[in-house]
Each structure stands twice: as C-alpha cells, then as structure tokens.
C-alpha cells in the first residue's frame, strides 16, 4: 500500500504539502497545480483519499482574503508570520479556513457570502470593505490599516501611532530633563 512518503518522493514534494493536497479541508493551502500534480500520483499508486470534508458540525468556516500576491507574501516575512498567525488562532478556536482568496485573482463576493465570516488581511478601501460587508456581515480586517475601525473588526499593530506616542513622550522627558539641568546651573 502507497504512503504519504511514497507520494511524496515521486511528486517531488514534502510529505507536508502531500497530506495537505489530499486532504478537503486544507486542500486549498495548496496551489492548484502542485494539488493536481499529488492527486494524479496518488490515484496512479492507489491511495485512498475522500474530497469531501468531514462534517464538524460545531466548525465555522471562514474566509481568508489577502490583498497581497503570493509573491508579496513568500517574500515578506512579516505577512507570512501574519498568515500563520492567522491559521494558528483559527486552529485553537475550531474555525476552519475554507477559502483562501487573492485580490489580484479576482473575488466573487457571493463566495465570501457562503463562509460563517471573513478575515481579510492587508489594506482595503472603505469601498471594497462595504462591498464584502454587503454579502456578509461578519468581517475582520487584519492589519489592514486604523481608517476602517467604524466599518468592522480591526486587529491592527498601530505602529506609526504607538511610535508617535513613544517619540512624544519622549520629546517631553528630555525637556523636562534639559529645563532641570537649566535650573541646577543657573538658578532662579
């Protein structure tokens, strides 16, 4: 009987990307291509493998819509430690990401409408937030900028702003500390 292994070494893939092209629920964390080609090896060597998810009745099924290309996220570090956070918190609250979606290959909305919510990660216009908010009401915005807090959930760093603050504060205490050692010298 064919292994994940044995797939694996004649598909020229990890045994990782294997297990996550055959199985329903995490299938799409796969490019299509690399899915097609594991499947193809797979049904060749006889493996069993089911397309259809597991029915989990307490799950919910998100949405994940990125405005960055893939190149954008595998060459950037940080979006790809936002991703993964993402995927793990999703993980330990029993959410399932059921669709990855990449703005620069087009977003049929009513697909976002079919998921329990949607996370969208990167920064996207008051108008395109709208138009998803149309077709589904449950909408969290990653890092994607402070100028949507009223329109849907933000989880945001703020960092220009905290850094602004920090500078501020600091800008003050080295005033005061310059006006204390004005004072020490040359007293009233």
Excluded at 169 to 181: D, F, H, Y
């Amino acid at each position: 009987m064919a292994t994940i292994k044995d797939i694996s070494r004649l598909a020229q893939v990890s045994p990782g990307t294997v297990s996550r092209a055959l199985r329903p629920d995490k299938s799409d964390y796969v490019a299509k291509e690399t899915r097609d080609k594991v499947r193809e090896v797979a049904d060749k060597l006889g493996y069993e493998y089911s397309l259809q998810p597991k029915p989990d009745k307490n799950q919910l099924n998100f949405a994940l819509l990125t405005t960055l290309s893939l190149e954008e996220e595998t060459r950037d570090e940080y979006w790809r430690f936002i991703r993964r956070g993402v995927y793990e918190a999703a993980e330990s609250q029993n959410i399932n990401i059921k669709r990855v979606i990449r703005m620069d290959e087009g977003v049929d909305p009513q697909t976002l409408g079919e998921c329990d919510a949607v996370i969208i990660v990167g920064t996207l216009s008051p108008t395109g937030i709208n138009t998803i908010k149309s077709v589904n009401r449950n909408v969290v915005l990653v890092d994607g900028g402070s100028n949507a807090n009223d329109q849907v959930d933000v989880v945001d760093t703020n960092l220009a702003e905290v850094t602004t603050q920090a500078l501020t504060e600091m800008a003050k205490q080295s005033q005061t500390i310059s006006n204390n050692r004005f004072h020490r010298r040359f007293p009233p």
